[in-house]
């Protein structure tokens, strides 16, 4: 699609105080990262530290902060406003709305194949693809979308506005917000992970929760959240959880927290409020996370935090050769402390300069 | 749903010899932890560790061990049982069977839209949910109950009273031995990853296994387990697998082992019976673990373990800043026990005491 | 189903320079590996290194290099070609082309219960199954195999031969080459990770991009493709991945590279090609790997790789107890660093010859 670069403006007007510098009547046809944009494309400086990019884009108009105002200038059209990222953000989604193949734009708001429970309530203008299964006293609210192949169980509750993609299943009971977003794959409510040993064997601790969704939440492709074993699992408004990322039973994770792609979080761990979590890093079960903790990629979280802070833990990558060597040496490094120690102990000066001791 | 406590006991009373102390007539609506019971609800004291909590709390009526009868006594209410953990297991058993909200506890029991190949054998009891398709030859045995969008391939065999939850695919040829439960998104039987290197290409090596499943195996949300190459990978009987988790091509996994989710095990891994592999945990190929080998979480095993035991290894997390210093210094962890032998071997009286050489 | 050698060696005369030495008449019924090959099977030594398992193989005929002509002609019936490993790649095929149970060799080509919009494009012997879904304007090449309860979005292009397994789901304008073969679950241009922080809130960055994958590429079972957020995610000819892996938007993998299981790629990384990713693996966002660049399982990697090479990073196994007393020591290695440097500068002689300094 092309549009004007004042009716670009003119569309983001009522949620940002943004000036254009240069010819309202560029026209516009997409978005571009700074180096690869070309002349009927949008940019954008998301940072100070690729200033140095800006000078050479060859965009059709770039939007910067005020503080780049001068440099953005210079190189020519350009959009002023306190926080680019976002008004960038508001850009791709004006594009999404307008562009002609966006999802499900097509075809008709209940495809005639959807299996529909007769006890099934559903409000205004839901949506439902084809070959979803809509289970008994399912409640989907005003604006829902249910995409081809959701399983939607009994007693489901989806709030207003609330997008599923394809292939999503929700369990018996579970409850989402308004305005979530889940993509294909995702499995809510599964049974949490719950056995008791008995005589060498595992027996079954029936799931008797479910799991509570807020609003705003985006849950990504393949994704799995249990539903708890005695209590709920609970995901709070605005949380953001990638792809494959896995929720035990009984978890807590707090408003506006993000978990980035294969992260796990085992049953009962008790996640605060706008933390983030990096790929595939793992936190074990019954851990509480303070509000505002950031945990590295492929970290493990083995003891609760209470301070807010970034915390890693990974080994360092290598050349596989140099690795192994010091790998080997890891295994006896209790060892070697023990050496040191021993070899301190008989040397004076060192002892009197010896910064700490163990 | 309520029930009375006399009710409950006697439900129980051919599996356990348990003794109720207090009112047998007190109603129960629910199972809650401890910590959070009120006045209509059942708990138990799993483990002594946590005597400390039960003194406070409102629960109902409490399960507890012999050893806790006292403490537990003199609180009110109490059920004295063997092994309070198990008979709480069993009593979510009961709660999910009145739940009035089980999973497929409506709907018709072979649904219209399903596809069921005319050459597919279903004994007596077999329930099929929307959606469903079955293939040529399948044979499903009595009570088996296949969720709504389930692939169930050519020639697969299904055991007795195995559920497959909504939307699982179990490929052509795999076999499921009874009373497996089997929850959303999980794949069995998809190809192994087995390529042939040929000049700077991947020539693909077909499947030919299957795979072989036991009785009593709980496969979790999304999890995949691939087929054999030539042989067959195997899964036995008890086996508990989470969510998330990835099993190669002719593995074999012993007897009431348990690997808990995002673990993976990759290509001709054998496993032996009552381990268990925490989540996120990876096998590598080819390896053999003992049976009661125990792997923590996101530890990744490198070589065959012999002996029964805990084995970890992991990067102990911390502060970011102190993380990075000691990561760069392990980066030379060789270079730093070269430097300290020379010390070693220049200090006469630190030589005599050393504990151990390089 | 059961071949004579001679036939076997014929079928695959036209790409391979083959000899056989023994009873072309002998009757082979399956393939097997070495150890547990019977005398009606055909099996084949793929490495030097198990050279010790052939005398005491019982196969009906094992595949050999010319290297191992002459222990194999002790055992007996061999063939002898340049690379058995190859050589049994293609024999895998031969018998999976021919066996009686191969996956979809029944059923109509279009199953009557798919939902074909009436603006796609199939072109001739497609096959379609049941349940699978497929939007407006999907444009699927000659012999393309759609599975059961597989979602095609709108404007989707799929290249001659590309075979989908059971519930595949590719997302709007998605596209893949010739020959892929996808498995099921996998979830191809679903929404990239992208969110501008504001006031406390993640801001959606809807995801224009694509996914665009070229030919001959397999992607396993769950595994997760982003869609670009700006540009596209790009998967070049002959990438292979394994299952539950995770690509993030905008990465691009270069030709006839591979990543195992559990493998994660965050957003706008770039693999070289012929690189290898180990299970488990993570390789962070932005950064760029050379071709023929192979990382160990587990290992995650944090900064780019610009030389060809075998890195790795994870922290070595072991007892738990041993463990964790060098993981404690671990955490103050850094002062153990300065603490020897300390008694490097009071011992003049350990200073005269210490090997390296910090």
């Given at each position: 699609?092309?549009?004007?670069?004042?009716?670009i403006v003119l569309s983001l007007a009522g949620e940002f105080d943004a000036r254009l510098v240069g010819d309202p009547d560029t026209l516009i046809e997409r978005l571009a990262p700074l180096e690869s944009a070309t002349g009927s494309e949008l940019s954008f400086l998301s940072h100070p530290k690729y200033l140095g990019k800006l000078a050479t884009s060859l965009a059709a108009c770039v939007v910067v902060s005020p503080a780049a105002?001068?440099?953005?200038?210079?190189?020519?059209?350009?959009?002023?406003?306190?926080?680019?990222?976002?008004?960038?953000?508001?850009?791709?989604?004006?594009?999404?709305?307008?562009?002609?193949?966006?999802?499900?734009?097509?075809?008709?708001?209940?495809?005639?194949?959807?299996?529909?429970?007769p006890l099934a309530q559903l409000e205004a203008d839901v949506m439902v693809g084809a070959f979803a299964s809509i289970g008994a006293r399912a409640v989907l609210a005003k604006g829902v979308s249910v995409g081809a192949h959701c399983v939607i169980g009994n007693d489901v509750r989806l709030g207003a506005e609330t997008r599923l993609e394809a292939r999503v299943t929700v369990a018996d009971g579970c409850v989402l917000g308004q305005r979530c977003l889940v993509h294909p794959g995702a499995v809510i409510g599964a049974d949490g992970f719950g056995f008791a040993p008995h005589a060498g064997r595992w027996e079954k601790i029936e799931q008797l929760g479910i799991v509570r969704i807020g609003d705003d939440v985006e849950i990504g492709a393949n994704t799995c959240i249990d539903r708890g074993a005695l209590q709920d699992t609970v995901i709070e408004d605005g949380v953001k959880l990638d792809n494959l990322v896995q929720i035990g039973h009984n978890v807590r994770i707090g408003q506006h927290s993000?978990?980035?792609?294969c992260a796990g979080v085992a049953g009962s761990a008790v996640i605060g409020a706008h933390c983030t979590v990096g790929g595939g890093a793992v936190v074990l079960g019954h851990l509480n996370l303070a509000d505002h903790v950031h945990i590295s990629a492929a970290s493990v979280v083995t003891r609760s935090i209470h301070l807010p802070g970034h915390y890693t833990g990974l080994f360092p990558i290598d050349d596989n050769a140099r690795w192994e060597k010091n790998a080997a040496t890891l295994k006896q490094l209790h060892v070697l402390r023990e050496r040191l120690k021993a070899l301190e102990q008989t040397s004076p000066q060192a002892l009197a300069k010896s910064p700490k001791k163990s």
């Open positions: 699609m092309t549009l004007r670069l004042a009716d105002e001068e440099a953005a200038r210079r190189r020519g059209t350009c959009i002023i406003v306190d926080d680019p990222y976002f008004y960038f953000a508001r850009l791709t989604r004006l594009w999404k709305q307008r562009h002609p193949s966006a999802v499900g734009s097509e075809g008709p708001s209940r495809h005639p194949s959807a299996f529909i429970d993000a978990l980035a792609g």
